[in-house]
């Protein structure tokens, strides 16, 4: 009756261990912005970010179906305008679009030269976005375009 009760107590402490690691480990991107779970979750807001990720501007989506992301100019006006950002001279006149399909948002690379970078919630992995192939966009998702990030909320 010893092992039994010796395996037992190894096995609650070897659980209870555990639980307290995953306490103790900071999630910082979840704590600030959601841990990207439940497809329910509404996106809402477009976020301008600073190098520290402190918010800019931002841009409400409620409502919306479309919006052009990229540098304002005379002959071209855009929804999302980041000519006042840091990399602005590395960003497209229209450099990317932002839809709304089938209840979720999607972002599409407009043949820019620089291309654009999204950095998805659920993995933490940064991904280059293939031209002509749209990526949905879930809360918690950086978008960088040539080094300003965007977040969305």
């Not at 992301?69 to 990399?87: A, T």
């Not at 602005?88 to 932002?98: D, N």
Request: glycine share 6%; aromatic share 8%.
């Amino acid at each position: 009756w010893r092992w039994p009760l010796f395996a037992l107590l190894m096995l609650i402490a070897i659980v209870a261990l555990n639980d307290l690691l995953n306490q103790s480990i900071p999630r910082s991107r979840e704590k600030k912005y959601g841990n990207g779970e439940g497809q329910d979750e509404a996106i809402r807001e477009l976020i301008l970010l600073d190098e520290e990720e402190k918010p800019i501007k931002s841009w409400d989506l409620t409502g919306r179906i479309s919006l052009l992301i990229g540098r304002e100019h005379p002959e071209e006006q855009v929804d999302v305008d980041l000519e006042e950002s840091e990399y602005s001279a590395f960003i497209g006149y229209q450099h990317a679009v932002l839809n709304y399909c089938m209840d979720a948002w999607f972002i599409e690379d407009l043949n820019s030269h620089n291309g654009i970078r999204i950095r998805k919630i659920e993995d933490g992995i940064c991904y280059k976005m293939m031209k002509n192939r749209p990526c949905r966009l879930m809360p918690g998702d950086m978008i960088y375009i040539a080094n300003t990030k965007l977040l969305i909320t």
